[in-house]
């Protein structure tokens, strides 16, 4: 009987370390595939989101035709209206923060214990890169989790200057949508090159909510939060990357 206890407690301990083994194969395999394609990414232009591919799938099930308005433009060509107008309404803070605003997740964490209706983000212009481009769309703690993760790689592994020039290029701004150069010639008929103050102030006031919201019938939330753009932009200074 002893021998037999001492056999399976061996073969219970081998199973064990083969299962420790096989884990820490797998989080090595991940952390290596993911290195990778962050690296990756910080030289070649991603070709298109995972979102992208989920948008033309529901658009094909309502009847309508794949649409993926997209032109990339280099971050050294845009306006710099257009730049200054997405850090001043989605991340003020972004050219010093290290991925993270934990001020901005507290005040969003607050808002949100108080009015559980109106769910408010603090997310970010480098989290939700993460998201945009590594990660799937959805509210979860999983991939919550993913995009923090995400987040800190392409913190560690690409300048400021290239999450925001990714943000800007692959970020969701209509139906079927996306970056500051389609967004320019749908709403403004030019380029992102051109763009004025005013009417790059208009479209990063609909980054929230882009397909609810539109530069060209401004609500009157979205009028304010242009007001508001605009205050900032004039209070920035010259961006220092």
């Known amino acids: 009987m002893a021998k037999k206890r001492t056999a399976k407690s061996k073969t219970g301990k081998f199973n064990i370390q083969k299962i420790k083994l096989m884990i820490g194969k797998v989080l090595l395999y991940f952390i290596l595939a993911t290195v990778l394609w962050v690296l990756a990414y910080r030289f070649i232009n991603p070709p298109f989101t995972l979102l992208m591919v989920m948008k033309n799938i529901e658009r094909k099930s309502d009847g309508k035709s794949f649409k993926t308005d997209k032109h990339w433009v280099d971050l050294k060509d845009m306006s710099d209206n257009m730049k200054r107008a997405a850090i001043a309404g989605e991340d003020q803070k972004f050219i010093h923060h290290i991925g993270f605003d934990m001020a901005g997740i507290r005040a969003a964490y607050n808002a949100n214990q108080a009015d559980s209706t109106k769910m408010k983000g603090g997310s970010t212009i480098s989290q939700q890169t993460a998201k945009n481009v590594f990660l799937w769309p959805g509210?979860?703690?999983?991939?919550?989790?993913?995009?923090?993760?995400?987040?800190?790689?392409?913190?560690?592994?690409?300048?400021?200057?290239?999450?925001?020039?990714?943000?800007?290029?692959?970020?969701?701004?209509?139906?079927?949508?996306?970056?500051?150069?389609?967004?320019?010639?749908?709403?403004?008929?030019?380029?992102?090159?051109?763009?004025?103050?005013?009417?790059?102030?208009?479209?990063?006031?609909?980054?929230?909510?882009?397909?609810?919201?539109?530069?060209?019938?401004p609500t009157r939330f979205i009028r304010r939060r242009h007001y508001l753009i605009m205050r900032s932009i004039r209070r920035m200074g010259p961006l220092k990357f």
Not at 153 to 166: A, D, G, N, V, Y
Not at 172 to 200: F, H, P, W
Request: net charge positive; hydrophobic share 40%.
């Open 139 to 217: 509210r979860s703690w999983i991939r919550k989790g993913f995009e923090a993760y995400f987040t800190i790689l392409i913190e560690i592994f690409w300048s400021k200057q290239r999450i925001l020039e990714i943000y800007l290029n692959v970020i969701e701004m209509g139906d079927g949508i996306y970056g500051a150069e389609a967004a320019s010639q749908t709403y403004y008929g030019v380029s992102c090159r051109n763009l004025k103050r005013s009417q790059a102030a208009m479209i990063a006031a609909c980054f929230p909510n882009p397909i609810r919201w539109t530069p060209e019938h």
